[in-house]
């Protein structure tokens, strides 16, 4: 390259003809930060469609895990409430028992 310098149509239309070499190199260097600046924001910009992804997704594990909870309560109630109507049916029982058993006694049946 000594000798030669390529011109391109930004070095000929804004650079006086004595300088072509030092205007090539700040046009290299525009060039270099302009490629680094666009690789930079497609970096950044990938990272924020990443960060959006995670949160949704994270956003929609918590949903889940709200929506697991939630029906893991209402069974529990559920349970509870079998659970109680059972205790409340062997009461019943229980007690028809101790009727039962009463009266047998009265009858001098039982000890």
Known sequence: M???VRHT???VLTTPV???YISELKVASE???MRK??????CVGGLEIRA????RRRFLEQEEERGIFQRSREKSQKALC?????HGFRQQKASMKERELSR???FGYCE
């Open 2 to 4: 000594e000798g030669k």
């Open 9 to 11: 149509r930004l070095d």
């Open 18 to 20: 004595e300088e072509p």
């Open 31 to 33: 060039r270099t930060r």
């Open 37 to 42: 600046c666009t690789a930079m924001q497609r």
């Open 52 to 55: 959006r992804r995670n949160l």
């Open 82 to 86: 079998q659970i109680s109507q059972l």
């Open 104 to 106: 047998w006694q009265s």
